[in-house]
Nanobody, 121 residues
Framework: QVQLVESGGGLSQAGGSLRLSCAAS????????MGWFRQAPGKQRELVAT???????NYADDVKGRFAISRDNAKNTVDLQMNSLKPEDTATYYC???????????????WGQGTQVTVSS
């Protein structure tokens, strides 16, 4: 069974930094795009950043210049370095990845279980 396992997160003061990591585990053929989303209480889940297998990145406007997404294709991991954190960054952060379990299968979007990030003012 394919799983995305997240680590990192926690509590930070405003202006601080945190790093999130996510690793794909289980039996699969390959991983295409990977990304991070977040969901604050009472709000919809929103894009934070994505990265392709070719390392092209895309960021939400409100995290540009503060967050950096990276990945290791050999290890099937994706990280999110979060700097200059703001209280409005407080949310549950979810990683996702397009994964196919065999050469002949289609890619399916998988989600991690989420990790909490809390930024105090």
């Amino acid at each position: 069974q394919v799983q995305l396992v997240e680590s990192g997160g926690g509590l930070s003061q405003a202006g601080g930094s945190l790093r999130l990591s996510c690793a794909a585990s289980g039996s699969f053929f390959d991983v295409s795009a990977m990304g991070w989303f977040r969901q604050a209480p009472g709000k919809q889940r929103e894009l934070v950043a994505t990265i392709t297998r070719g390392l092209s990145t895309n960021y939400a406007d409100d995290v540009k210049g503060r967050f950096a997404i990276s990945r290791d294709n050999a290890k099937n991991t994706v990280d999110l370095q979060m700097n200059s954190l703001k209280p409005e960054d407080t949310a549950t952060y979810y990683c996702n990845a397009d994964i196919r379990v065999s050469r002949s299968s289609s890619y399916n979007l998988r989600w991690g279980q989420g990790t909490q990030v809390t930024v105090s003012s």
